[in-house]
């Protein structure tokens, strides 16, 4: 089990210990509960989605990094398929606060990253902020999606968020988890490389088609890939950068130990990633980075 997880295990029910156990200790844990594990958990201790969402925010909230505010949030994606995403914030010494992770942005982002076709809720252990509420919907569950809070009545994000703003507005009907593949293509050898282009196929980018990835390689070789979130009110738009962090960070690695860097984007976009991904990953003290443009 990740030391990170400790503190937070021991003070769940000891049922709930006892099944998590084996999911926890698993190697390849990486923050995700599958379908049928997140069946046997709920029928071995007789819980509901809602009530295991509810149980599991804790280790989420473990999986936290802030050394700016030291206020841990943790939020579980919900999906479609039944699988079960841990989400939390994430700050960076040294970088803007612009540059901050939510917990719901979190979430969402790494049922994205692992193929969650579509959410179905999302449980949070605080209540959504504007900005989160804003980027949650640019999803394709659109205001229908579930929040739940711990002290709260299960709302839609349509009552979170009353007379919205999104991408209907702007008349563009591709929406965020929606598969999508852009098609670029390029002669390249580095795996890294290869992995941000990738990314950059799947990206979210209706409003400016400036469309980018980004990959990154941990201390232990495993390489981890974020694609551009694109979001209707522009703001809560989601760099590349920091979705590959999301994933870097709950998978586990450390973001603090980056041993290189590949960004990946439209050479003719109206605007670059570049600037801001290398000051942010400059602040984590990773100097390694190329810039490689289609």
């Not at 209540?127 to 711990?150: A, D, K, V, Y």
């Not at 507005?169 to 929406?175: A, E, F, G, P, W």
């Not at 709950?250 to 973001?255: A, F, K």
């Not at 590949?262 to 109206?270: F, K, S, T, Y």
Request: charged letters at 15%; a negative charge; aromatic letters at 8%.
């Amino acid at each position: 089990m990740h030391p990170r997880f400790h503190a937070a295990y021991s003070e769940l029910p000891a049922t709930l210990q006892s099944v998590l156990k084996p999911y926890l200790d698993a190697p390849d844990f990486q923050a995700v509960l599958e379908a049928k594990q997140v069946e046997t958990i709920k029928q071995c201790c007789g819980l509901d989605n809602d009530t295991l969402a509810f149980s599991l925010l804790p280790l989420a909230a473990a999986c936290s990094s802030t050394p700016i505010s030291h206020f841990h949030v943790g939020a579980i994606a919900h999906g479609i398929s039944g699988n079960l995403y841990f989400g939390a914030n994430m700050e960076f010494s040294g970088a803007p606060l612009q540059q901050t992770v939510h917990a719901e942005q979190c979430a969402v982002t790494h049922a994205w990253l692992r193929g969650e076709a579509k959410l179905v809720s999302v449980t949070v252990n605080y209540t959504p902020c504007g900005h989160c509420r804003q980027f949650m919907n640019e999803l394709n569950s659109g205001t229908e999606l579930l929040i739940n809070m711990p002290t709260r009545t299960q709302a839609k994000l349509g009552d979170y968020l009353p007379y919205s703003f999104g991408p209907k507005d702007l008349k563009i009907n591709q929406l965020l988890m929606d598969p999508v593949d852009h098609g670029f293509e390029m002669i390249l050898e580095d795996e890294l490389a290869k992995a941000a282009l990738e990314a950059a196929n799947h990206c979210h980018a209706p409003y400016s088609n400036a469309h980018s990835g980004v990959a990154l390689e941990g201390e232990d070789g495993k390489v981890y890939a974020g694609r551009y979130a694109e979001n209707a009110a522009f703001n809560p738009s989601l760099p590349p950068l920091q979705a590959a962090l999301v994933l870097m960070n709950i998978s586990g690695g450390d973001c603090q130990k980056i041993r290189r860097a590949v960004l990946v984007e439209a050479q003719d976009a109206i605007l670059t990633q570049w600037d801001a991904t290398q000051a942010t990953l400059n602040a984590l003290g990773c100097k390694n980075i190329q810039r490689i443009t289609f």
